[in-house]
């Protein structure tokens, strides 16, 4: 399966700020990747499907003016957290699909904390 | 009434035991089913993935598909303190959206 990463691991920021996280796939050309997020005890909630060289695809509820997502190679998408507040804290991971859209890998995760 | 329902356990079990996880849903639309395995603080690992119903062995695990009791399961032979982790189901439909459970904390002790 595919290979990614996400850096940072873990960060850890002050409410009003903005992060940024990136998902690198390390094996292949990702025209498609996907943004989780996982609030504690909770499973995975798919935030929106990022396209390369066009604007995400967002799942209803995510404010697309918060999450900002740029999908500006095929081997990088970027999920910029902006004015981040501490109910933004949660684990963010990314996905590659494998052979099918329903197959997917997922990067190792950044876990958020907003202070 | 969630789309996938996942006993979220902990189900604690001795090493060595046969370990039975499983999941409910009710879109019969789903034809994808795939079993995820999380360690703590981890990006989930793809374990199995299935198409439609029938069996799929993979070393000790063995995935089950029952689409007409829209019941699917995960059986672990000899299990390890190793398996300990998150197990969390995930289906979709044709090219559409993988839809998670809760995922069930499984607990194997030595």
């Known amino acids: 399966g595919a290979v990614v990463s996400q850096h940072p691991s873990w960060v850890i920021c002050k409410s009003g700020t903005s992060v940024k996280i990136e998902c690198r796939s390390l094996?292949?050309?990702?025209?498609?990747m996907f943004w989780y997020r996982q609030f504690p005890k909770q499973s995975l909630m798919l935030m929106a499907t990022?396209?390369?060289?066009?604007?995400?695809?967002?799942e209803q509820g995510v404010e697309k003016d918060k999450f900002l997502i740029n999908h500006a190679s095929l081997t990088l998408s970027t999920l910029t957290v902006t004015s981040a507040h501490p109910e933004d804290s949660s684990f963010y991971i990314c996905?590659?699909?494998?052979?099918?859209?329903?197959?997917?890998?997922f990067g190792p995760g950044t876990r958020l904390t907003v202070t | 009434q969630k789309e996938v329902e996942q006993d979220p356990g902990p189900l604690s079990v001795p090493e060595g035991a046969i370990v039975s996880l499983n999941c409910t849903y009710s879109?019969?639309?789903?034809?994808?089913f795939m079993w995820y395995r999380q360690y703590s603080r981890k990006g989930p690992e793809l374990l199995m993935y299935?198409?439609?119903?029938g069996n799929k062995e993979d070393g000790r695990f063995t995935a089950q598909v029952d689409k007409s009791s829209k019941y699917i399961s995960l059986f672990i032979r000899d299990s390890q303190p190793s398996d300990s982790a998150t197990y969390l189901c995930?289906?979709?439909?044709?090219?559409?959206?993988?839809?998670f459970g809760a995922g069930t904390i499984l607990r194997v002790k030595s």
């Open positions: 996905a590659l699909p494998g052979t099918s859209l329903s197959e997917q890998y």
């Open positions: 094996d292949f050309q990702a025209t498609t």
């Open positions: 990022s396209n390369e060289g066009s604007k995400a695809t967002y």
């Open positions: 879109n019969s639309a789903f034809q994808y």
């Open positions: 299935t198409y439609s119903s």
């Open positions: 995930a289906m979709s439909e044709y090219g559409n959206k993988l839809v």
